[in-house]
C-alpha cells in the first residue's frame, strides 16, 4: 500500500517550526523520542506515518502556545459541508494583552493564542 505525501502538514510543520528557534531538530528529537531523520522527513513532506506528523504538530502547538479549538474547526467544517458553504479564514491582530478587537458575531474562533 503507498502512503499518501503529506504536503499541507509538511508546509504547516514548518511554518509552526520557524515561530520558535529553540524547536531545532536535536530538541525535537529528545522531547519526543524519534530520530533527527524523522523529523527532516517531516519537515520535506516526506512519506511516513502520519502519526509522526500528527505528534509533532500538537508538541510544536502546545510549546508556541496556539491552542486550535478543533470542536470549533469541526462544526464549521460540517456545517460547511451540511450548507455546500465555503469556510472563509480570518485574522484578527492581537497585542500583548490579547486581540484589538472581537471577532465579529457571525465569526467562530478555530485558534488562538493562550496569554
Known amino acids: 500500500m503507498q502512503r499518501d505525501h503529506y504536503e499541507f502538514i509538511s508546509q504547516l510543520m ?15 528529537a529528545s522531547e519526543l523520542d524519534v530520530s533527527k531523520s ?3 522527513e517531516v ?3 516526506g512519506d511516513i506515518n502520519i502519526r509522526h506528523y500528527i505528534r509533532l504538530v500538537d508538541y510544536v502547538l502546545n510549546l508556541i502556545r496556539l491552542t486550535v479549538i478543533t ?15 465555503d469556510i472563509a479564514v480570518g485574522v484578527i491582530p492581537r497585542t ?10 457571525d465569526w467562530e474562533v478555530v485558534a488562538k493564542w493562550d496569554n
Open 14 to 28: 514548518v511554518t509552526l517550526l520557524n515561530v520558535d528557534r529553540v524547536t531545532t531538530y536535536d530538541f525535537l
Open 38 to 40: 524523522t523529523i527532516s
Open 43 to 45: 519537515k520535506k513532506g
Open 71 to 85: 470542536k470549533a474547526l469541526l462544526r464549521q467544517i460540517k456545517q460547511a459541508m451540511k450548507e455546500r458553504s
Open 96 to 105: 500583548k494583552n490579547g486581540a484589538k478587537n472581537a471577532a465579529p458575531i
